[in-house]
């Protein structure tokens, strides 16, 4: 988007044109002096009397327009513009002839005008009143500023994108800190009695016969509250400030050593591992062994989507102030209905999940002051992203 600075820049430069133009019109009108300075001018310069009658035109304006001049001379200036908006443009006009003024039109805003194939472009117009002897002029220099519009309106897609990105990483941020809380007072409240149940139980096992013991209920239960114990202290995890060290670490390292841990479960699952390290990854200040913990949920979750084999390809990559970490699988892909919760403490698609494990690494990830981002399409694969800042040298 240009600058304040260079709008007033282009718009002087406009008026220095039309300026000149005056002064040639007033003073020589018929010379080929002036017709050289007509059509050397950059803009497009069109010339219409008070009744809106196109008089003059330079090689500049049909080029813009795509007619060529002897089409528009003595036609309607109408004939430039979009066809919706002429009805307006009269009385634009009626009321400009009646006070006109040297004054500049589109600077800002979106002004489109009509080319001869009726296609319309954004346009920026300068107007300057000239009173000859016999008759009302108006000098009206146009400047095609389609590409500077098209750069401008990406530019702000890309900052409206940005911001929509921050909002949503301080709304899942805020969601999860406030879902921690819920979830660490839960885990104290249930851990007194699992206790008490747990000890209860083996104090009882001591009472009964080997074989009830050894029974499968007796297994049952036991497997059952330990499976409560986990999940508990991984609610107490969620919420737990973080520990350790924060220091500078080589994340290129500590996915190597993820990977390997990964290994075994990906040999059973017939799945093949790649791994591209950026060489020229900085240290980043972190807890090693929480984003260890992220990492390796991730690679896990990707090996579990492709239950037929496939490939798990791992990069990183250096940015100006961040790094990038990607895991990306060829599985089964996550429907966007899904994904639209995957960060929702205790939500799973999987028969034993708990639906902590990403919500946890999501959190972690959130306290080192970056974010995960997902891209996903059913049948082909999964992308998941992480994002974390550091201080460059």
């Known amino acids: 988007m240009l600058s304040r600075e260079q709008l007033e820049t282009e718009n002087a430069s406009l008026k220095r044109e039309v ?48 007619y060529d001049r002897e089409s528009m001379v003595d036609q309607p200036i109408e004939l430039l513009i979009p066809e919706r908006v002429r009805g307006v443009h009269v009385a634009y006009r009626s009321n400009y002839t009646r006070e006109p003024r040297t004054r500049p039109m589109g600077i800002g805003s979106d002004l489109l005008a009509r080319r001869s194939d009726g296609t319309e472009f954004y346009t920026e117009i300068s107007l300057s009143p000239l009173k000859t002897a ?64 747990r000890n209860a139980l083996l104090l009882l096992e001591e009472d009964l016969p080997e074989e009830v013991r050894e029974s499968t209920v007796m297994q049952l239960a036991r497997d059952q509250l330990t499976r409560i114990a ?28 993820t990977l390997a841990l990964a290994g075994l479960h990906a040999r059973h699952n017939n799945t093949m591992i790649t791994f591209t390290p950026d060489t020229h990854l900085p240290a980043v200040v972190c807890n090693a062994d929480q984003l260890r913990q992220v990492f390796l949920n991730l690679v896990l979750n990707a090996l579990d989507a492709m239950t037929n084999g496939g490939t798990l390809t791992v990069t990183t990559e250096a940015a ?8 990306c699988d060829t599985g089964t892909g996550i429907p966007d209905d899904i994904r639209a919760h995957l960060f929702e403490p205790f939500f799973t698609n999987k028969p034993n999940g708990t639906g902590l494990g990403l919500p946890i690494s999501a959190h972690i990830v959130t306290q080192h002051g970056g974010q995960i981002e997902v891209d ?10 992480v994002v974390l800042p550091y201080q460059p040298n």
């Open 230 to 257: 986990g999940i508990i202290e991984r609610m107490r995890d969620f919420y737990r400030p973080m520990r350790g060290e924060m220091a500078p670490t080589d994340l290129n390292a500590v996915i190597e050593e």
């Open 134 to 197: 016999d008759q009302l002029l108006i000098i009206a220099v146009v400047r095609d500023v389609t590409e500077q519009k098209k750069l401008a309106k990406e530019h702000e897609h890309r900052l409206t994108q940005r911001v929509s990105a921050a909002e949503a990483a301080l709304l899942q941020g805020a969601r999860l800190a406030a879902v921690g809380q819920l979830s660490a007072s839960i885990a104290h409240e249930i851990n007194n009695p699992l206790y008490a149940a």
């Open 376 to 385: 996903s399409t059913v049948g082909v694969g999964s992308t998941f992203r």
């Open 19 to 66: 300026e000149l133009l005056r002064h040639q019109l007033a003073t020589q009108p018929a010379e080929p002096l002036f017709q050289s300075l007509l059509e050397a001018a950059p803009d497009g310069v069109v010339i219409v009397n008070a009744h809106g009658i196109i008089s003059v035109v330079n090689a500049q304006a049909e080029a813009i327009f795509g």
């Open 320 to 327: 100006t102030s961040f790094v990038t970490i990607e895991i």
